[in-house]
């Protein structure tokens, strides 16, 4: 694991991981980095708010859903977006898959435990969407990296230590 501050042949430096890959900066951003994040003056406070509302206006669609009038009268219109957004269906789509898979998750057949929708399942690495899971299914499958040789190991160890 890469430490802060590491600096790269090339002159770059490491500041963080995004999202399980290195993120790595020039020197001028790594000091702009550390300077707002170790001195958070009340004047950098609000020159930085002012830039967020703006980023959030610009952007309010796509990522300020509670902002949005719509989304706080209709939950459906606030799903509806996060469901385009994050995997290209529609709220329609998606209850068209729940209502063909019984209402149930896709593994354990139950309904979500935890009160919350079923998690939209999907490879990461082609972005296809396998079906929807129940909380624990969703985080147990990617517990397992989603490797088909993780999960044979873990039955035949089940298998072998369990009645």
Known sequence: MLKRGTIRDDG?????YDHGREYWV???RFKFNQ???GKWAKENRIVNLENAKKWNRENREKYNLNKSRSAKKNPH???NIQLKNKFGITLEQYNEMLESQGGVCAICKQSCGTGKSLAVDHCHKTKKIR???CQHCNTGFGQFRENREYLISAI?????FCC
Do not use: M, Q, T
């Not at 035949?156 to 072998?160: E, G, I, R, S, V």
């Open 77 to 79: 219109v606030c799903k």
């Open 156 to 160: 035949a160890y089940h298998d072998k």
């Open 35 to 37: 300077d707002r994040n």
């Open 131 to 133: 079906g929807l899971l």
């Open 26 to 28: 020039s020197p001028e």
């Open 12 to 16: 770059k430096i490491f500041w963080s």
